[in-house]
């Protein structure tokens, strides 16, 4: 594809990540059926047949079809493991919404502040980064529908930039109990505890305060669970403390708080409200199939269903593992964490 128009304005034409090496944005062609149906468009599902198309940094910014628009960016900012993408599905109708699930960009953007490198360091690059990545995501397929960003939760770090053009924007932060969290991570097994641990060291990248408590914890805790579920509880207060922060960043009107267990139990009530926030325009039939199509199957994975009774049952064999751990650990939590947020 040569026309670069197309490539920087067409929704057709995904924007999935950046190469920051070589300085340039890269793109994939797709469509919004693949697109809508896909957990993770961050590289762990295939959303294109064909090769990426590379545009540099220079070329973007020099565009004419690069405007200065301000963004109207709708965003679901989360903890992870909280129903988050459950909640970006059931709000995804064809129509009136797509939801955008964990882009690659976001997170590429995310390791650039990370790493405080020099893409971040000038001011200048950093804002048209930014710039340009939101307005790519403001493109939609129809006149009449609405787009949803749900990025990763390492993107939490750079939510205070991405909330830039904050006349437009709103942010539904979906939090969860500090117990459930826990429950949710132990859950999953290794996979998720290796990922909390990575996330950690993503959020400690140049912050020796907190490089120095998780080395403070891995020192006291020869135990692995009572190890592992500190380090959870930590990785719980950093993103429970920055949604709160995040928080601060807009106004009333812009900000929708939602709970992990509310939308499990209550899904019509927690679904109008959230259409009604997003501007989504769903009618209360089109939340009722989407909620019966989405809350009976897997969120991360098509095909599978879901059975909130055997999850209920998977999580009673976790706290009957480790649930006297767990309570020693909540303990440590509101004696540590509690009380600053």
Same mark, same amino acid.
């Given at each position: ?19 920051? /090496? ?12 693949? !697109? ?32 200065? =628009? ?15 993408? #459950?909640?970006?599905?059931? !709000? ?9 699930? /964990? ?5 590429? #953007? ?12 000038? @001011? ?19 006149? +009449? ?17 991405? #909330? ?9 932060? !979906? ?18 505890? *290796? ?20 080395? +403070? ?13 500190? %380090?959870? $509880? ?8 920055? $949604? ?7 106004? @009333?009107? +812009? ?5 992990? @267990?509310? $939308? ?8 109008? =409200?959230?259409? &009604?926030?997003?501007?989504? *325009? %769903? &009618? ?7 909620? =019966? *199509? ?24 976790? #706290? ?9 650990? $909540? ?11």
């Amino acid at each position: 594809m040569r026309n670069i128009n197309k490539v920087l304005t067409s929704p057709y034409v995904f924007l999935s990540g950046i190469d920051i /090496e070589n300085r340039a944005f890269l793109f994939l062609e797709t469509n919004r059926e693949v !697109l809508s149906k896909s957990a993770f468009i961050d590289g762990r599902e295939t959303i294109s047949s064909k090769q990426h198309i590379r545009v540099s940094f220079e070329d973007v910014f020099s565009s004419k079809m690069n405007t200065a =628009k301000k963004s109207e960016s709708r965003f679901i900012f989360h903890m992870a493991f909280c129903g988050s993408t #459950l909640l970006a599905r059931t !709000l995804d109708v064809k129509g009136k919404s797509l939801s955008y699930k /964990e882009p690659q960009v976001f997170i590429d #953007l995310s390791t650039i502040k990370a790493s405080n490198h020099a893409l971040y360091k000038d @001011k200048n690059s950093w804002g048209k980064l930014l710039a340009f990545t939101l307005s790519k995501f403001d493109a939609c397929f129809t006149d +009449q529908e609405q787009n949803i960003i749900k990025p990763s939760n390492w993107v939490n770090t750079i939510a205070d930039d991405l #909330l830039l053009n904050r006349a437009g924007q709103k942010a539904l932060l !979906l939090t969860i109990e500090p117990k459930d969290f826990l429950i949710a991570v132990f859950r999953g097994g290794g996979d998720r505890v *290796r990922y909390i641990h990575s996330f950690l060291q993503h959020m400690a990248k140049g912050k020796q305060d907190l490089l120095k408590v998780i080395d +403070q914890i891995e020192k006291e805790n020869k135990d692995t669970v009572s190890l592992f579920s500190k %380090l959870v $509880l930590l990785a719980y207060a950093i993103q429970k403390n920055k $949604l709160h922060k995040t928080s601060k960043l807009l106004s @009333k009107e +812009q900000i929708l708080f939602m709970d992990h @267990k509310k $939308l499990i139990n209550e899904p019509m009530v927690c679904i109008e =409200k959230a259409s &009604t926030f997003f501007d989504l *325009r %769903l &009618t209360p039939i089109e939340i009722e199939e989407s909620i =019966k *199509r989405n809350f009976r199957n897997h969120s991360k994975v098509v095909g599978r269903a879901y059975n909130n009774k055997e999850m209920g049952a998977t999580n009673d064999k976790v #706290l009957a593992a480790y649930g006297g751990n767990f309570e020693e650990t $909540l303990e440590w939590y509101d004696d540590n964490y509690c009380a600053s947020q």
